[in-house]
């Protein structure tokens, strides 16, 4: 079914230096199996056209995935054009991205 | 176990912070961190205009109002608020102040505007365990203000590595307030955040920790707003830091009735090098945003673009047209779009002129011109880099007064 990821995920990102952080948790164990499989990093890049070299942990610990967005942010935030310079909205605007969640997790 | 309060997140946070974690319950010690990539920066140029300056001067103030408070209470007090001029800070403090100096590498990087190591714990420790009753420092890592006082409260040893990883892990919980108690909370609908209160980590001997807050105080503290802080500003697992790699993919979290228990923790010993956060002046930067309503947004653009070359030039222009325009609008504002333009010049006087270039096309350019804003001044900007350098090139000291 074609929800928010925000529905079931939450998110919170920030800056450092030029890069961005994009942490991207859910609440339960089925939802981490399924988020771990899904957004993967060419799904990031799908969903975040504007990202382009990014690295992607996996904290199970936390049901937590954790992306760096290398370079968004120029250099930095006294420097960057970007709109939102700190990436602090980048979490929410990912949450609002539509995608297939499956049912049972809803 | 020893109770290490937060009262600051950032150079600008709420005041009353400090006032509100000392008089609402049980402290050892009050800790703040003011200090971001962008705030060396910024205090930075306050020390070009004034050499005394170069601190948190909020703190100062919090200080005034509350360092009797704190003495009374028996709460020591240990901040970062020292910025470029820990020293400076220190002799304007009335009571046993400790300070921690030697970040300061702009010798080494002359080029720089700021040029600071992220120090470590240790000599945050050796002031408290000289009876310092406030510790101020300069540019140390956000966590170790956590570490430090924990570290000497419980005599930890150097290479302690799960006992400083899990005093790492409050660290980073409590280092941007308000974010561990549902501030900044993506599931924010589901508490109450009108005035979220600061978190408090009770460290335990073996490093792990209860997060909490204050009785009575707003906001939560529960597994999902503390996930949320562990993923802020991270990138691998594998957190390295002056003190101690703190590997977050360890980390456990538990629900308790007063908040969240963290344990679990392991810790390896840290990186040879020290992290250095460079600031540099990149030049001068202005912006504007035009309000293009209605038809022909993409043609009104196109036409402000052309003249706003014509009379300064392309070079250091960006330009992003953001269509929040609707067809057909209700209201005029969503009847229109934003059409956002920042220079970056090294020249301050093109800077100045891009204010005035805008400005001029008031009765010339399109139908319905207008600016959210006027066009400032200009201001400089910096370029922030991190270096790396041996430990052996940085010499922290920790001085008494």
């Given at each position: 079914m074609k929800r928010p990821l925000g529905t079931i995920a939450g998110a919170r990102s920030g800056d450092k230096g030029g890069d961005a952080n994009l942490g991207v948790w859910v609440r339960s164990d089925d939802a981490f199996a399924w988020l771990n499989g899904f957004l993967t990093t060419e799904k990031l890049k799908e969903l975040l056209?504007?990202?382009?070299e990014v690295s992607r942990y996996e904290l199970p610990n936390l049901r937590a995935l954790n992306f760096v967005l290398h370079g968004l942010l120029g250099d930095g935030v006294a420097s960057s054009t970007r709109f939102d310079p700190q990436a602090k909205a980048l979490g929410e605007w990912l949450r609002s991205r539509e995608v297939e969640i499956p049912e049972e997790l809803l | 176990m020893i109770r290490i309060g937060n009262a600051s997140g950032f150079y600008g946070d709420r005041l009353s912070a400090m006032r509100e974690q000392l008089e609402g319950g049980e402290l050892d010690v009050l800790t703040g961190d003011y200090l971001a990539e962008l705030t060396m920066l910024i205090l930075g140029r306050d020390r070009m205009k004034d050499s005394s300056l170069g601190y948190a001067k909020t703190f100062l103030r919090q200080m005034e109002d509350c360092l009797a408070l704190a003495l009374d209470k028996g709460v020591r007090i240990v901040v970062n608020a020292g910025g470029l001029n820990p020293e400076g800070l220190a002799r304007k403090l009335g009571a046993k102040v400790g300070y921690v100096t030697g970040d300061d590498l702009k010798t080494r990087f002359p080029e720089a505007l700021t040029a600071n190591a992220y120090l470590g714990a240790w000599e945050i420790a050796e002031c408290l365990d000289q009876g310092a009753q406030v510790v101020v420092t300069g540019r140390v890592t956000d966590a170790s203000l956590v570490v430090g006082p924990a570290a000497a409260h419980f005599g930890w040893a150097r290479d302690d590595w799960d006992r400083l990883a899990g005093a790492t892990v409050a660290g980073h919980v409590l280092e941007c307030g308000t974010q561990a108690t549902g501030g900044n909370y993506s599931f924010f609908t589901e508490i109450d955040v009108t005035r979220p209160g600061f978190p408090i980590a009770e460290i335990n001997e073996d490093g792990s920790c209860l997060i909490t807050k204050h009785d009575g105080t707003g906001g939560a503290v529960t597994v999902d707003t503390v996930t949320a802080q562990l993923l802020y500003?991270?990138?691998?697992?594998e957190y390295l830091g002056p003190d101690v790699t703190t590997h977050f993919d360890t980390v456990r979290l538990d629900a308790h009735e007063r908040g969240v228990r963290i344990s679990g923790t392991k810790g390896s010993p840290p990186p040879d090098t020290l992290k250095v956060c460079l600031n540099t002046l990149g030049g001068f930067r202005n912006s504007t945003t035009f309000v293009l309503t209605g038809l022909d947004v993409a043609e009104k653009a196109d036409l402000v673009r052309r003249q706003l070359h014509d009379a300064i030039g392309e070079e250091g222009l960006t330009w992003t047209l953001a269509r929040t325009d609707q067809r057909d609008a209700a209201t005029e504002e969503q009847a229109s779009a934003l059409l956002h333009v920042t220079i970056k010049t090294a020249d301050p006087k093109r800077a100045k002129g891009f204010s005035r270039a805008a400005i001029e096309l008031a009765l010339a350019s399109y139908p319905g011109f207008h600016v959210t804003a006027p066009p400032g001044d200009g201001t400089p900007f910096g370029i922030y880099q991190a270096a790396y350098v041996n430990r052996d090139e940085v010499s922290a000291k920790a001085v008494l007064l």
């Open positions: 056209p504007e990202a382009t | 500003e991270i990138g691998a697992p």
